[in-house]
């Protein structure tokens, strides 16, 4: 066993030699030298190291004579020549040199000497041939007992972490599911108006809503994911005789709570991506709505108009959707959505009632611009926002038939852009075109337009802010041949403003105002004001 021993480790200068060069394993010791400068130890020349990247670390040498600037000479010149050809622990920096002036700490050379320990023990443990000799052991015990202290440093940062490792193992939630929640507090009021369409504003006292959500996250591949939303929700938006203006997060008005959200998210291939949606989907589930300013109701806009293209909320409820990516640039985005999917009466179900079918596409041309290109068709599901006429309010009463027998379909078309002009300035819009039918009752169809204009200033003031500008048309029916139902006489403009302020990692305030003129687009109204104040805890 001892025959094969002499050819190890015979002197500390060895040890120091290989601890010299070491620095590289350990990099997080050293504050002052670059990644690309590193040299590299490997106590297993079968494993690189992790902390360098492949392309800019020399090959594991097999011969001292592949360093450029080692000389037979040298002092060090057997060691580093039997830590190579022998041990083949020693790597070198990318023009092949080795640097064996360098000096180094003392941290440095523990770290090295534990690296030594290491490749010893496995020799011994490997028992296939004469291992290290007594005289090479002796010398590397001294070199711990002389380094007891750093040693210690260093074993007790690995237990620290291994503790800390092992608590928050045992008090997870769960090994595939992360838990994380969300809960916004508004405050809103009508602010100015106070006649819309002959009838008296009414809903003028301010008040106080909440809504809730907590969110399970699961990932059974690392690559799928499974969202799961329970929410309740008691915010109401004041009702000043038309749908314009009203905030995007109200809900029910009560604190009933419920799985408001469910999809299963999966790769197939490598660019293309299905989403199953068992409830309360949106379109932004299926595509990017291309808005800075959409934040699902917990950040940016107030308002259901400033969040996205109304053309957007024709989408909602359960169905399937796919993402395919033909490169970083371009995307294309399929999806359908039924309102009824899980009712088997007459006239719903998933294809018999109302549905609601996407297509996108979104074209990236540069980090700063995004441009989406979108087709909605639609049956029975009517915008969420704008006029009394453009979102069908009293469609039931026109075609003289019973609210389940209301029939309509629509086509809509949509633009929408965003463009980074500086890091803390963003110009967006969006326009919306949407053709409706009357397919029962008394027949027609209708052209209900809608536009806007937005300007956005992240971070204004500090990180993680942002100031925000909407200008725009809300839904307005420009005509119609619809017996009843007339085209909106004239044009309301939609003007809001927010500050979204983060106090810190998990709160966010954001006091905003909505600005009507002629509400419902009619002239004859009064303008509104409406004031709300929105503070999101996220955890």
């Known amino acids: 066993m001892q025959k094969f021993c002499k050819y190890l480790l015979v002197s500390p200068a060895i040890c120091g030699v290989m601890l010299f060069v070491n620095t590289a394993t350990f990099a997080g010791e050293i504050s002052n030298t670059s990644e690309i400068n590193q040299p590299q130890v490997l106590a297993n020349p079968d494993i690189k190291a992790e902390n360098i990247a492949p392309d800019k670390t020399m090959a594991q040498v097999t011969s001292v004579s592949q360093f450029s600037d080692v000389q037979p000479t040298d002092w060090a010149f057997q060691a580093l020549q039997s830590l190579v050809e022998r041990y083949g622990c020693i790597a070198g920096y990318p023009n092949s040199t080795y640097r064996g002036n360098r000096a180094l700490t003392r941290y440095e050379f523990a770290a090295g000497l534990n690296a030594c320990l290491d490749r010893v023990n496995e020799l011994i443990a490997t028992a296939t041939g004469d291992l290290v000799s007594k005289q090479d052991l002796a010398t590397l015990q001294k070199l711990q007992k002389d380094f007891s202290a750093e040693l210690a440093t260093l074993r007790g940062r690995v237990d620290a972490v291994e503790a800390r490792s092992a608590e928050l193992e045992a008090n997870r939630f769960s090994t595939t599911t992360k838990l994380q929640g969300e809960v916004i507090a508004v405050v809103s009021d009508v602010l100015s108006g106070n006649t819309v369409n002959g009838a008296e504003i009414t809903d003028e006292n301010t008040t106080l809503g909440l809504r809730a959500r907590i969110e399970l996250v699961t990932s059974f591949t690392g690559k799928d994911t499974l969202f799961t939303r329970i929410q309740a929700n008691n915010i109401l938006s004041p009702n000043i005789g038309t749908p314009e203006g009203n905030l995007f997060f109200a809900g029910d008005g009560t604190t009933n709570a419920f799985i408001d959200a469910l999809y299963y998210k999966f790769p197939l291939g490598e660019r293309t991506e299905v989403t199953a949606l068992a409830n309360a989907a949106a379109a932004d589930d299926i595509t990017s709505t291309v808005n800075l300013f959409d934040g699902d109701g917990s950040f940016g806009a107030l308002s259901t108009f400033g969040t996205r293209n109304p053309i957007y909320g024709q989408i909602n409820g359960a169905g399937l959707a796919v993402t395919?990516?033909?490169?970083?640039?371009?995307?294309?985005?399929?999806?359908?959505?039924?309102?009824?999917?899980?009712?088997p009466t007459p006239n719903n179900g998933l294809f018999n009632g109302s549905y609601g079918a996407l297509a996108q596409l979104t074209v990236k041309p540069s980090d700063r611009i995004s441009i989406g290109l979108t087709y909605i068709n639609s049956y029975n599901q009517p915008l969420l926002t704008g006029s009394n006429a453009a979102t069908f309010q009293d469609i039931a009463a026109i075609q003289g038939l019973p609210e389940e027998q209301v029939g309509f379909s629509s086509n809509s078309y949509g633009v929408e852009a965003s463009i980074g002009i500086t890091d803390n300035i963003v110009l967006g819009g969006w326009a919306g075109y949407t053709n409706s039918q009357s397919l029962r009752g008394t027949r027609g169809d209708v052209d209900i337009w809608n536009y806007a204009v937005t300007l956005g200033f992240p971070d204004?003031?500090?990180?993680?802010?942002?100031?925000?500008?909407?200008?725009?048309?809300?839904?307005?029916?420009?005509?119609?041949?619809?017996?009843?139902?007339?085209?909106?006489?004239?044009?309301?403009?939609?003007?809001?403003?927010?500050?979204?302020?983060?106090?810190?990692?998990?709160?966010?305030?954001?006091?905003?105002?909505?600005?009507?003129?002629?509400?419902?687009h009619n002239d004859t109204n009064d303008d509104v004001v409406i004031g709300a104040l929105r503070t999101t805890f996220s955890f």
């Open 324 to 343: 395919h990516e033909f490169s970083d640039k371009l995307a294309l985005s399929l999806g359908y959505l039924s309102g009824t999917a899980n009712d």
């Open 460 to 520: 204004l003031g500090k990180k993680g802010n942002l100031a925000g500008i909407i200008a725009g048309v809300e839904p307005k029916l420009t005509s119609s041949n619809i017996a009843g139902l007339d085209s909106d006489p004239d044009t309301s403009y939609h003007l809001e403003a927010f500050y979204q302020y983060k106090l810190s990692d998990n709160i966010t305030i954001t006091p905003g105002v909505i600005w009507l003129t002629s509400p419902d």
